[in-house]
């Protein structure tokens, strides 16, 4: 094909091209993005160029203390935070959303400073993890203290570790001028 052919075919198929990436590349990006987000999940890591391995979380590293370490870091049996990860398409445009109030901290890590209620509840919880532990441990000790705590809130402070699942990828972007490439050759070619 000559160069004049193929800025013909360019021209004749302006129109659908135009159209093609207005309306139905957003969608297609939105797609496979939400896609490569959620395998950070599954690959426990981000993929930029290279996955980068996450650090993994204290109750992963405890499997007989802990039912809930079955579960990868940042998973758990409903995956809330990954399965709040979706795009919003439009005209030209496409935007990746997690509406979890948690997912920030988790993607960027830093520091953490909350203030907890002390419960009732929380305090029958102290009572029974500090009767489970060993006797006279330091474990039990800081549940006892936890649970004759006179205190009405708890500060809480430490450092979230980052643990990145969106954000600028060198091989999603790939993935997506791929799709833009395959879409627009089947395009000329068809016509």
Known sequence: MTP????????????????FIDRDMPRVAGKLAVDHYKDSFRNQGFTDKT????????????PDRHASSQY???LSARNELMEAITYRAGLGFTIIL?????AEIHNEGGPVNINVTVTPKMRKFAWAKHFSAEKDSEE????????????????IKFTMPQRQFIGESEKLNTR??????EKITNLLNNN
């Open 140 to 155: 039990a000790a800081k549940w006892k203290g936890m649970a004759l705590t006179k205190k009405s809130m708890l500060n």
């Open 176 to 181: 997506i001028a791929d799709k833009v490439e």
């Open 98 to 102: 997690n509406d979890k109030e948690y």
């Open 51 to 62: 996955l980068a391995k996450w650090q993994p979380s204290k109750r992963t590293l405890y």
């Open 72 to 74: 990868g870091t940042l």
């Open 4 to 19: 004049e052919e193929f800025f013909k075919k360019i021209k004749n198929n302006l129109g659908e091209i135009k159209r």
